[in-house]
């Protein structure tokens, strides 16, 4: 049931944001903006988004993870990980539907949960 809630958030909020990198909308690097994206926004914002989005569908905190991630390009990237009955559910506003970790060809570099970020080896 998660893992169909998860990818029709996934389709929403991919669907009604429009990337915009922060130093084109803010003027600066890198800003993590408390209230969720609406409209525009970047990689973190989508993410923030989705999981606003199914906090408010009831998915517990517990069962959805902010992570930072390097891509291919080198770049720094943010997703939000949702523990389905599935596995783990990446949503990624870079990818159509939701996928699984090891689908992805990134460097994984720091996970959130409840609050606390911590390091994780790849």
């Known amino acids: 049931m998660l ?3 998860a990818t029709f958030v996934h389709h929403q909020v991919n669907a009604g944001v429009s990337y915009v990198r922060d130093v084109d909308q803010f003027g600066v ?4 903006r408390a209230a969720p994206a609406r409209g525009t926004g970047d ?5 923030l ?6 906090l408010e569908a009831g998915v517990p ?9 390097r891509v291919e390009t080198g770049e720094c990237h943010a997703v939000l990980i ?4 599935a596995g783990d559910l990446v949503l990624d506003n870079r990818h159509a539907e939701p996928m699984r970790r090891d689908q ?8 959130e949960q409840e ?8």
């Open 3 to 5: 893992a169909k809630l």
């Open 29 to 32: 690097d890198d800003l993590w």
């Open 43 to 47: 990689c973190e914002d989508y993410a």
């Open 49 to 54: 988004a989705k999981r606003a989005a199914l």
């Open 61 to 69: 905190l517990r069962e959805l993870r902010l992570a930072i991630c």
């Open 82 to 85: 949702a523990t389905t009955e």
């Open 104 to 111: 992805l060809p990134y460097t994984w570099i720091a996970i």
């Open 115 to 122: 609050g606390q970020w911590s390091t994780i080896a790849d």
